[in-house]
């Protein structure tokens, strides 16, 4: 009794680590967070099914080293753009911001915030992402912003209170991004 249950153990742990070899496990490969939405140098914000009031645009960028530490490679300078259409249902919202090559693979990451205060409406901006030796920020290609809140509720295991949405993670250099 006891081999059979042991084969039946092993043939199930074989076809659960060939199916996520084949990236055929359950949701995004076991991460427990939902795939990013496709990017683009413009996007809409949204948390999961809610389309948020707010676009992100990205308007010009250039890679070179960063004037504070030039000797630590290249980085990636670029100007941005968030507009708001109407009131923000949050007073912070957080969107990655990426460094693609021209395959779309992710370069090298970061963020972004908004905030909405009444005194101080979104507007114009830059920042870096970088510096890094490892990848070469010179294959960038293209800057884009992923549409998601990068924020959760922060409760995700309280019942009462979690609201169901769950952020999807930063990308990390080597995944492969969707482009809208």
């Not at 199930?12 to 996520?20: H, K, M, P, Q, T």
């Not at 795939?35 to 992100?56: H, I, N, Q, S, W």
């Not at 308007?59 to 490679?73: L, S």
């Not at 019942?159 to 991004?177: A, Q, S």
Request: aromatic share 6%; hydrophobic share 40%; glycine share 10%.
């Amino acid at each position: 009794m006891c081999g059979r249950v042991g084969a039946v153990v092993r043939a199930a742990l074989a076809a659960w680590a060939v199916a996520s070899l084949a990236g055929c496990s359950a949701g995004d490969g076991g991460h427990g967070e939902p795939a990013p939405g496709p990017a683009g140098v413009e996007v809409t914000v949204v948390r999961g099914d809610r389309t948020y009031p707010l676009t992100a645009r990205i308007t010009q960028w250039e890679v070179r080293p960063h004037p504070q530490v030039p000797d630590r490679g290249n980085a990636v300078h670029y100007s941005y753009q968030l507009a708001m259409t109407d009131t923000l249902p949050e007073v912070r919202v957080e969107l990655a911001v990426c460094a693609v090559d021209a395959a779309d693979i992710v370069l090298l990451c970061d963020t972004v915030s908004a905030y909405q205060y009444p005194a101080t409406p979104l507007e114009a901006d830059d920042a870096w992402i970088g510096p890094n030796p490892d990848p070469d920020l010179a294959r960038t290609a293209r800057v884009v912003f992923l549409p998601d809140q990068l924020l959760g509720d922060g409760r995700a295991h309280d019942p009462k209170d979690h609201d169901g949405y769950t952020p999807p993670r930063l990308p990390t250099p080597g995944d492969h991004l969707r482009t809208g």
